[in-house]
DNA sequence: TATGAATGAGAATTCATTCAT
DNA sequence: GATGAATGAATTCTCATTCAT
């Protein structure tokens, strides 16, 4: 399960070792199972030196959320939102969604102890959620509300569904599948990820009615 | 943020306090940083009569997995799916799903401290996830499989719709409404909770796609 | 490893039981590792139930003291050492020596649970030495002067041999028989215990020298 | 009652200084009733401390064990043994004993403290006796084989000795001999000392028979 | 009298944080 | 800047003792 990189952000070096490593033993153990110790001989730091980065071990899970928030809402979410947005402009619906999700799998497959981590922080805490709502949720929308607008203009997408509707349906199905892949993996043996993936679109786009419903 | 009710489990009376106290304790703030003396001072008694019921506090939490895994399994999770299942008898699908999805939500409102507990264990624990599937996912899917079938034979489902990718869509929808409710609450001004679900309902049944798709 | 009996010394049953049940778990892992709980599950009585016959858990200890040398003292050492006395009357004093050693080894073998219960307080506490001291020490040696001035008068002990070095080369010799029995009998093939006892009372008798020395 | 030097062992100072005072307050009430805490106040460092050094309280005593058994079996034990074993070649007997007794009553009055906890454990614990054995005595063992058959070729031991009633019988009076000069101390006005092992050493020569036995 | 649930003081242990080097 | 030994407050857990039934 490979730590996103955060290198080119500007961080000293031991710096962002000892984020790297945080991620790792936060997304191993949870955030106050996890000790300072080990995150500092996962690091290759001295114990004292964390501290000379981070005020408090809390200091560091805010950093984590902080560089968190700037990969996914900065360069990935948002560009990669915005390419598949902006390609989509001849495509088929299903071809779009296709990439967007094939995309936004290979995205979590990446940042999945950072996920974690965010996700068990996000249950209990108010602030974290509002991080990311502001940071996040709030700003993919704006991307969505443009993509769904074209979609129902090019009449892809019917007219009564609303953005809002539109972004928890996908969002619904991809959870469920990748929670699937990532927690419960041994238990489905999974067609391949493409056919999955094939299934669920269609499920999006037609729904299950059969035809007497 | 109300806690299920324990009580005509056969548990002492000190036992069922600890163990609401701790779902509590552990909803607030998850195991590790719950401490067995708050736990202790939440029930109303001395931090020692905790360990005459549970050896560790790790036992305590996997009180209460048995607790919820016994709720949720027994009576609520089993029962109320097949209760749907035969009442399903002559209803369109549409209403059996409204049923289903309001029951769940019901359900999800009640035990949502137990909830939050588990899944923050299920993310790091593969022993908890393994609990789960052989608890409650096998089980559910049985009869998921029983109400699949009628459903097409009835014509009411697309044959080509496997049982699996049945739940999950349903599953996949319903978490997205219920995370909305439960986490981003005051972000959306949700329609009533009735409106919401039917226009879930129309998107599970038909889809999104527009008629150019 | 077989507890004393206690019965016929007025106790009540419960005390009685508590008492043995005590040595037995003081035995096993010394009086500070010992729990209140253990002994009244082993005597078979309610943990309160101790707390009645006695005021703390150190009156137990000092119960089983008073216990040992009661049985020590009273019954088993005096008499035991007076009858060995009196019958030595006309007999050889090695016969005399082995009646005493095989009688000691039975008695230890009997009592070895106590003994080591009294031998770790006694290494720890001045009082439970003067206890021993003045119970049964104090009491034996007034027996072993006796048993010394006949001995000395028939002429079967070299008259400048004190009673006290006496005493002290028999107990030494005893000591180290027992503690190789009892805590390295694994470790020795010893003979039949018999040519053991009367391998040591040839050197207690007549020494170790050569003809040389 | 003085500790052992632990210096020169290659201890952090704080290590060695923990262990003295454990080795002081083990001595003092055993190890149950021992407390980390008294032990860190003895040493002069936090309790936090301790644990740094040794994982355990458990882990303390077996610090303590193995540095008495590199002391004892080391150094102390073995050399000093031998030292008189080499010394002894055209002794005699009598003196040769005399400089062991007096060497040993020496080292147990410098070991007591630990020679007290060890003690106490071997009582309880198989695993401390093993270490005892094999660390110990097997090995001083070998050195008294070589001793005795020195002593019976020369003809100062009787040729039907075996080395391990010899040994028996000169620790047994030792044995004897220290138990009451460091327990019972106050209740007998010994001789000087020197007297008290000329005395022993008289006996365990030419045993306690009188001309008439 | 006997019980055993409940207590709470105190024990061992952990770990974030500090600070002298 | 970096280190890691040292700290001590906080935490889990134990157990002798009490007391209502």
């Not at 979609?151 to 959870?175: A, F, Y």
């Not at 041994?186 to 094939?198: A, H, N, R, S, T």
């Amino acid at each position: 399960m490979d730590i996103p990189d955060l290198s080119g952000l500007g961080l000293a070096e031991k710096e962002q070792k000892i984020l790297e490593s945080a991620i790792h033993v936060f997304s191993e153990k949870g955030f106050s199972a996890a000790t300072t110790s080990e995150i500092a001989k996962n690091a290759g730091v001295a114990e004292g030196t964390i501290f000379r980065y981070f005020k408090t071990k809390k200091d560091i899970l805010r950093g984590i959320l902080v560089q968190t928030i700037n990969i996914m809402s900065g360069k990935v979410v948002i560009e990669a939102v915005e390419k598949i947005l902006n390609d989509s402009e001849g495509k088929e619906l299903r071809v779009v969604l296709k990439e967007f999700i094939h995309d936004r799998i290979k995205l979590v497959d990446h940042i999945f102890p950072m996920a974690r981590v965010i996700i068990t922080e996000a249950l209990f805490h108010e602030d974290v959620r509002e991080a990311i709502y502001q940071n996040i949720i709030a700003r993919v929308m704006i991307t969505i509300r443009r993509f769904h607008k074209q979609m129902v203009e090019r009449g892809l997408i019917r007219s009564d569904i609303e953005p809002e509707l539109l972004i928890k349906t996908i969002l619904g199905n991809l959870v469920v599948l990748i929670a699937q892949r990532k927690l419960f993996g041994d238990k489905f043996e999974l067609d391949d990820i493409d056919k999955e993936v094939d299934k669920i679109i269609d499920v999006i786009l037609y729904g299950i009615a059969g035809d007497k419903e």
